[in-house]
Nanobody, 128 residues
């Protein structure tokens, strides 16, 4: 069965850190662009960060630049999102998505956002 499973969310105080994991089963992540997306209550889903399959190029939304880092560990078939300096506005359900095309990373982020088949996600709550 082909699936992505998100984990690592939780409750954290403003300024804290979390590392989210996106683990793949049934396929190899090496050949896929991967994206992290989030959806806060009452808001549309937005692209947070994406990483390409070929050259490892990355894209970050302006709201998370300098605070979040996306990375992939192909040996573990997992993609991570390291989130530092968390803010209350980062509160959302975070989802990951994969796509096998090798187009520019921002384009891939847009495509995945439009075509994703979303899993359960992982809840991130930033609150004091």
């Amino acid at each position: 069965q082909v699936q992505l499973v998100e984990s690592g969310g939780g409750l954290v105080q403003p300024g804290g850190s979390l590392r989210l994991s996106c683990a793949a089963s049934g396929f190899t992540l090496d050949y896929y662009a991967i994206g992290w997306f989030r959806q806060a209550p009452g808001k549309e889903r937005e692209g947070v960060s994406c990483i390409s399959s070929s050259d490892g190029s990355t894209y970050y939304a302006d709201s998370v630049k300098g605070r979040f880092t996306i990375s992939r560990d192909n040996a573990k078939n997992t993609v991570y999102l390291q989130m530092n300096s968390l803010k209350p506005e980062d509160t959302a359900v975070y989802y990951c998505e994969a796509n096998p095309r090798d187009w520019p990373v921002h384009t891939m982020c847009v495509i995945m956002g439009l075509t994703g088949s979303w899993g359960k996600g992982t809840q991130v709550t930033v609150s004091s």
